[in-house]
């Protein structure tokens, strides 16, 4: 169990650039998550696969954000034409389902300039 | 509409005296909760969780307690050692259709000191 993985951990961004992150989950967990965390804020549910299917998304995902999980094993975020207001830490985790919450990674920070 | 609120941003005790942070949840369909542990620069770590028709659990140092009626969840670190200083979400869980959704409160920045 090597936990969650998330790459990379920082990136730096220019204002209208697309940006992609890569999360590896816990080989045995088929349920994974992304979360934001802003300053001062916890972390706020984005979307959740189970597998390779998309069963969740929030509203605060636009249509600039699209998450994908092509074989249900490691998982991508991509924002589109980032702005300012993207600059956050993005958390991926992930769980069994047992009913005990889940394992988070480390996160990538966003920094759109 | 903030669910789930942690009404203090910050908590300082001595080391070998009982941190005890709070929470309190307006949603009463949550089916569990639990408090996660951050570091700078890490991701949450998860500490201990309760189901909600239980009112308490205990694990090692760390005892969350939970009060259906008064929507209210508490975790109380006994004793508070250096180590444990680090922000403290506490988080509700909400499954429906076998996701389960974490709603996080906004931290309280724990500090033990010597």
């Known amino acids: 169990d090597t936990g969650v993985s998330q790459d990379p951990r920082h990136k730096i961004t220019k204002r209208g650039q697309n940006v992609t992150f890569r999360c590896d989950p816990i080989?045995?967990?088929?349920?994974l998550y992304w979360y934001r965390q802003t300053l001062g804020q916890g972390p706020e549910f984005l979307t959740y696969?189970?597998?390779?299917?998309?069963?969740?998304k929030s509203r605060l995902l636009s249509d600039r954000f699209s998450a994908e999980r092509p074989k249900g094993s490691f998982s991508t975020l991509e924002i589109q034409r980032t702005e300012q207001g993207d600059s956050a830490m993005y958390l991926c985790?992930?769980?069994?389902?047992?009913?005990?919450?889940?394992?988070f990674g480390s996160g990538t920070r966003l920094t759109v300039v | 509409d903030q669910q789930v609120k942690q009404n203090s941003p910050s908590l300082s005790v001595q080391e070998g005296r009982i941190s005890i942070l709070n929470c309190d949840y307006t949603?009463?369909?949550?089916?569990?909760f639990l408090w996660y542990k951050k570091y700078p620069a890490e991701g949450p770590t998860f500490l201990i969780s309760?189901?909600?028709?239980?009112d308490k659990n205990e694990d090692g140092r760390f005892t969350v307690f939970l009060n259906k009626s008064a929507k209210h969840l508490s975790l109380h670190i006994v004793p508070s050692q250096p180590g444990d200083s680090a922000v403290y979400f506490c988080?509700?869980?909400?499954?429906?259709?076998?996701?389960?959704?974490?709603?996080f409160g906004k931290g309280t920045k724990l500090t033990v000191n010597p």
């Open positions: 985790a992930s769980s069994r389902g047992t009913g005990e919450g889940y394992t």
């Open positions: 080989s045995e967990h088929n349920r």
């Open positions: 696969f189970q597998n390779e299917a998309q069963l969740e």
């Open positions: 949603n009463s369909m949550f089916d569990y």
């Open positions: 309760i189901s909600s028709i239980k």
């Open positions: 988080a509700a869980a909400l499954t429906q259709g076998g996701s389960e959704k974490l709603v």
